[in-house]
């Protein structure tokens, strides 16, 4: 399992405390993917550089 | 991270799991309380005196105080605590309420079998707060299959009409969720289903205890190894997971897949089951003999004991206590395999008791590791899948 590979085609890091929600995932989006997004985007905005840095490993 | 997560053994205790009963009213089969190799309740007595549960609740507000922890949180445990009537209910929360010093809350939990659950006990749970957490395997199948009275009798209709009234609008507030045993014997979706008919808020589904030396069911041939070729847990996780995941609307949460797919997306994990994060909590007993974790009753004989009192220690003396502390070290505490492993940040080597063997102790992966890797593997496909279609923007850029 490759834990190094970046999400995006292009290659860029992602950083969640600046996902543009509004244009990735509408609001009354109740998926479980939906509800797991705002959680991880709030969880960032409160705590960005943990978040981000576990975040770009993790994925 | 290596360094700040070894330090976490020092993090104070958050959460303190109170056995109020050491006695139950049902004899489940699987129950590492009664049928694992730590038989410690045998000689402990059947309640909590007072006095120990004042001198429990005075070492709680020492440490919250010292620590200055904005809350703690007490989980009402047993055996069946409902067991001690609503006066011990009652006396146990006021003894913690009235101890914790300023600029300390307490928060409550009971976890309980359901099967005393009535309006005069939730009036008093909702009164004070308690969330509560039911235990049920899924349908009356499963349920009745390890779940049953000492008579032999099954519990289900009992537990399904004290969560029929959990669940009614008027106590919905205090409904935590629902805990599942797993066993792969019963048909996983249809377990879900069925868990879903009583809408829990969450729900917790636990592999059975067990280890390199009492392997759990089904796994009496397992190698160490992150593949192998049977994962009949990860098999009947992934088929609850892809019915939740891929459902139109999120229908309830599930806190194992919740806490992957939070590692996952760089948070945090909701349960000592995967992560890497600390464990922030305690187990006391009715005489005030301090455990670990009560799943490390299913190490051996005493595997849940520390040798600690809370008439002579206290929690900060549990912190330097060598055996708590290995189990509070987050990656430091992992054996070399663990911590070589390409999904170590999401399974976290799974839970501490799963991990243990005669020779090696805690520092071999948990013996649900090759389940654990194929389920870790099979979440993060699909997130990684679903959040590439999200990561566009409507005109087809890419998000930096």
Known sequence: MDTKEPIADSGVEIDLTRLPLDELWSLDDTTVMGHSLRTAAEAAARQPQDIVSSFNSAI | MTDGVVAGWRSPIRELVVKLHERCNLACDYCYMYEAADQGW????????????????????????RHAIEEVRVVLHGGEPMLVGLDGISLAVNSFVDAMPAGTRVSFAIQTNGLL??????????????????????????????????????????????????SKPGYREIYGGLLCTVDVRNDPVDTYLSLL?????????????????????????????????????????????????????????????????ALLLGGASDT???????????????????????????????????????FAQSFDDVLAHAPVAAARMGFGGLGPACQRCDVVSVCGG???AHRFSADEGFLRPSVYCADLYRLVGHIRTTIRADLRSRLRTPSGTAVA
Do not use: C
């Open chain 2, 42 to 65: 045998r000689g402990r007595p059947r309640t909590m005196a007072e006095a120990t549960l004042a001198r429990l609740a005075w070492r709680l507000a020492e440490h919250a105080g």
């Open chain 2, 350 to 352: 799974g839970l501490y």
């Open chain 2, 197 to 261: 008919t009583h809408n829990p808020p969450v729900v917790d589904f636990l592999l059975p205890h067990g280890n390199w030396v009492f392997p759990p069911p089904e796994l009496a041939d397992r190698t160490a190894g992150s593949t192998h070729p049977r994962t009949p847990y990860a098999d009947w996780l992934i088929a609850i997971f892809d019915r939740w995941y891929q459902a139109p609307r999120r229908e309830t949460g599930i806190r194992l897949f919740d806490s992957v797919i």
């Open chain 2, 272 to 310: 000592e089951a995967v992560g890497l994060g600390i464990p922030g909590s305690i187990v006391v007993e009715t005489d005030g003999s301090i455990e670990g974790n009560d799943a490390l009753k299913t190490t051996g004989p005493a595997g849940g004991a520390t040798g600690l009192t809370i």
């Open chain 2, 117 to 166: 659950l009535d309006e005069a006990f939730l009036r008093l749970f909702r009164r004070h707060g308690i969330r509560v957490g039911v235990s049920i395997d899924g349908d009356r199948g499963a349920t009745d299959r390890h779940r049953r009275h000492a008579d032999g009798r099954g519990s289900y209709d009992a537990v399904v009409r004290g969560i029929g009234l959990l």
